[in-house]
């Protein structure tokens, strides 16, 4: 898994960084090579959000006020990559793994997904289901009824568009409605 490791301060992370390496996940960074909190300064390319992020994790101190080296954190939320915040100091025993966290952080940054379209189609569609990838939204809208191909046209349109609106950088969206049996539960 591609993990974007954000320090609030310097080395806070080294140990988990480690870990993660260990783990076998590729771990980037923001930090420039003046210790910047941002690569994308020097060079647009350089920012690790334009390429594979899986999951943004947040290295902090439990009660200390944000820092700006913790920007990349809000440039993880805008790109819609998922976030975890984990604190310094707190022991990661073998129960507790990187992957579950991510899918969990997954699932929160999915259902925003899921709520904008939800918003745009209202209640004439029984299920939302979205998937993130890469570069790659799927949306799927599950209906009972029949509607012609141009309600159903209609539908992938407005959801369309409320992915769109709710996240301006994902390149492809793809949109599927299908007709089911039965209502969904």
Known sequence: MEVLLIESSPGIAATLQHR??????????????????????????????????????????????????????????????????????????????AEISAAVARREVEATYVAAVRHRVGHTVDDIKVHREHNRIHVVLSITDSPGAQVVGMLADKARDAVREHDRYTPVIDVSVVKVDAPID
Request: net charge negative; proline share 6%; hydrophobic share 35%.
């Open 20 to 97: 993660l390496v260990r783990d076998g996940h590729e771990v980037v960074s923001c930090i420039d090579s003046h210790d910047g909190p941002c690569r994308g300064v020097e060079s647009n390319a350089a920012c690790p959000l334009d390429h594979h992020v899986d999951i943004a994790v947040l290295a902090r101190q439990r009660g200390v006020a944000p820092t700006l080296n913790e920007m990349g954190s809000v440039c993880a939320q805008r790109h819609r990559v998922p976030l975890v915040t984990l604190y310094a100091g707190d022991e990661f025993g073998p129960d507790v793994d």
